[in-house]
């Protein structure tokens, strides 16, 4: 059995082919069904495809969160603050 490669752009320069092994627990796709997962990313069964769909759907979540909370202390650190102007000199 020979090894699939395609050229990556350089001279000289070879890399397996994305659709060689799955992309969670990167067993061999040769010879196999493959299951799509956001147009470019292979995998080797429904389980494998459905558990990166979970890691995804978390980070997402926890992106998000994290966004609204960054979001919600910027809007309480600027809300019923004064802020003092003036020149401060030190000897």
């Not at 752009?9 to 493959?34: K, M, V």
């Not at 978390?58 to 994290?66: C, D, M």
């Not at 909370?69 to 000199?89: C, F, I, Y």
Request: charged content about 25%.
């Amino acid at each position: 059995m020979s090894d699939y490669y395609y050229y990556s752009g350089c001279q000289d320069q070879y890399d397996s082919h994305f659709l060689d092994a799955c992309s969670l627990c990167r067993r061999s796709l040769h010879n196999s069904d493959i299951f799509m997962y956001r147009g470019n990313t292979p995998f080797c069964s429904k389980e494998c495809r459905q558990k990166q769909m979970e890691i995804d759907e978390a980070r997402e979540k926890n992106w998000k969160s994290g966004r609204s909370l960054r979001k919600s202390d910027a809007q309480n650190s600027t809300g019923n603050k004064t802020v003092r102007t003036g020149t401060v000199a030190v000897n």
